[in-house]
């Protein structure tokens, strides 16, 4: 075979590779191949959408399919996916804080058409015309996000109630029954601000560590960062749960603070409806008494399931939001902040004699709060902060099952305006 000969088998070898997707970038290829191989009778539709995507949308839409679940692979149709991102592009032209979003936010937070694991409803046509009011409105994006979280109640006619179908109900079936919990209450939300280009995602927690229940609320993502709102708003960064969110444990997975990624990100998303299937990772035996024989039959309920929908740990950000509330919050003259932290050892200036125990603070006989101390790895500069009076005696009871520790300090707070606590175990 002459050189020439070889050179032409190659040419037309990448030229076939690259015109299987015409328009879509290399790294689309490979997950593509295997989407339409798991998509089996359904694979014809996604070439559908593939295929009659415009060329600037067609990124986009090899994103959706290239990272779709398996359930949705062998389900949806090219008209919904097609609709679905013409109308997310749409937005992207229309307003200017889309436009301006880098492809890697508008691909994971504006563009997919669901959440979790909820019905897969075509909302976004008419979210995008339903909300349009609302963001054309606003000066920027921050006025649009608060305009559509004081609006959406009555736009939508849906509001909280647990004689809702599902946990995980989808945004056309809330609106037909009129009613949700926070799950779908915060999917209505997310998509709402998905439909005029706003980044949005559900965050939730499987269970707050005082074991009173579990929560799913809505993040914006606004200039590089991400906030919370809620259907029923205060406003940014604000509302009724912060104090338990601020208290999650980071060494206790049923305790972290989740926020939901539709691209894989190694780690499902342990939060709301998915909740169970933490219970294959979590060491039940550690857990109260009382609590052990529900998520027993939780674990027994998800074993051999997989999860699929991904999600971050971002419980550090929320204790970060609880902690700097407490510390801007306004003292009484009998108040003081007081700034925990729990020792090994007595070698109380490296890193790595900290000890991340829960904190639970008695005043007599009553568990007025509680927290935990910062880890090794946490800035030396952080701490476990608790709002206390002044010249009052306390107990403070350290404890971490996994580590066999349970001790108790008995102190009593000073004068002054900020208090330093070293709570250091005894052998």
């Keep these: 075979m002459n050189k020439l000969h070889l050179i032409g088998i190659l040419l037309l070898f990448t030229w076939s590779c690259t015109t299987n997707y015409p328009n879509i970038p290399q790294q689309y290829h490979s997950l593509l191949d295997s989407a339409l191989i798991k998509a089996g009778d359904n694979a014809a539709e996604l070439e559908k959408a593939l295929a009659e995507s415009s060329k600037k949308q067609k990124e986009g ?46 691909f994971n937070e504006v ?3 669901a959440n979790i694991s909820e019905d897969r409803d ?60 926070c799950t779908g209450l915060s999917i209505l939300l997310t998509d709402a601000y998905r439909a005029v280009g ?31 709102i809620e259907y029923y708003p205060d406003t940014l960064n604000q509302s009724w749960f912060v104090a338990d969110a601020g208290k999650a444990d980071p060494d206790n997975m049923l305790h972290w603070i989740y926020a939901a990624s539709y691209k894989p990100t190694g780690m499902p998303y342990y939060a709301a409806v998915d909740a169970p299937y933490i219970m294959q990772v979590v060491d039940t035996t550690k857990l ?17 399931i997989e999860p699929y929908i ?36 007595e070698d109380t ?13 008695f005043e007599g006989d009553k568990n007025i709060n509680f927290g935990y101390s910062p880890r090794k790895t946490d800035d030396m500069n952080q701490f476990l902060q608790f709002k206390l009076k002044k010249g009052t005696s306390y107990r403070f009871v350290v404890s971490s099952p996994e580590e066999q520790i349970e001790q108790e300090f008995d102190l009593s707070t000073d004068n002054t305006p900020t208090q330093d606590i070293q709570l250091i175990l005894t052998n």
């Excluded at 902690?323 to 306004?330: L, P, T, V």
Aim: aromatic share 12%.
């Design 122 to 181: 075509a909302w976004r046509k008419d979210f995008y015309e339903r909300f349009a009011s609302y963001a054309e409105n606003s000066d920027n994006m921050v006025e649009a996000i608060m305009s559509i979280a004081r609006n959406i109640k009555d736009e939508v006619d849906v509001e909280y109630n647990t004689n809702r179908s599902k946990v995980d109900i989808s945004p056309l079936q809330a609106m037909k029954e009129h009613m949700a919990t």
């Design 111 to 113: 563009l997919p058409y």
């Design 349 to 361: 200036s490296v890193s790595a004699s900290r000890l991340s125990c829960r904190v639970d603070v």
């Design 61 to 106: 839409m090899a994103f959706l399919i290239s990272y779709m679940p398996e359930c949705d692979l062998t389900t949806l149709t090219a008209d919904f996916l097609l609709e679905n991102v013409d109308y997310a592009y749409k937005a992207r032209e229309k307003y200017s804080w889309c436009a301006n979003l880098p492809d890697s936010v508008f």
């Design 310 to 345: 991904w999600g971050h740990n971002v419980t550090q950000r929320y204790i970060n939001i609880y902690q700097e509330s407490i510390k801007n919050s306004k003292l009484n003259d009998d108040e003081l902040i007081a700034n925990v932290v729990v020792f090994a050892n």
């Design 288 to 304: 109260p008494g009382q609590m052990r024989p529900q998520y027993e039959e939780m674990k027994i309920e998800a074993a051999g």
């Design 198 to 228: 706003i980044p949005s995602r559900l965050a939730g927690t499987a269970m707050w560590t005082n074991y009173k229940g579990n929560h799913t609320w809505s993040e914006v993502w606004i200039d590089g960062g991400w906030q919370f």
